[in-house]
């Protein structure tokens, strides 16, 4: 069975970094690609980045671009994201999803998600 969990959300100020962790287990297959949404309270899901098997295929939101960079340690199973220059619109509850083959930013591509981790960023 596929689990995926979120870790490193937490209570930061504007301006601040965070690093989100997304450990995945019960894989039966190597060549996936990991990806980060977040939701807010009243909004959608939103795409925040995807990041293919072998790590050279790199997708980010506009809204995140030039602030967040996605990366994955194969080796350990886990994709993280590097969340810079934060602003209070970034709050919200952010999780990572998995999926057989290359990055998408649709979240119906993906097929298995975590319990999600929340970002609070204060101004």
């Known amino acids: 069975q596929v689990q995926l969990v979120e870790s490193g959300g937490g209570l930061v100020q504007a301006g601040g970094s965070l690093r989100l962790s997304c450990a995945a287990s019960?894989?039966?297959?190597?060549?996936?690609?990991m990806g980060w949404f977040r939701q807010a309270p009243g909004k959608e899901r939103e795409f925040v980045a995807a990041i293919g098997w072998s790590g050279t295929s790199i997708y980010y939101g506009d809204s995140v671009k030039g602030r967040f960079i996605i990366s994955r340690d194969n080796a350990k199973n886990t994709v993280y994201l590097q969340m810079n220059s934060l602003k209070p619109d970034d709050t919200a509850v952010y999780y990572c999803a998995i999926r057989a083959g290359n990055p998408k930013s649709t979240r119906y591509e993906y097929d298995y998600w975590g319990q999600g981790t929340q970002v609070t960023v204060s101004s």
């Open positions: 019960g894989l039966t297959y190597s060549r996936n690609a």
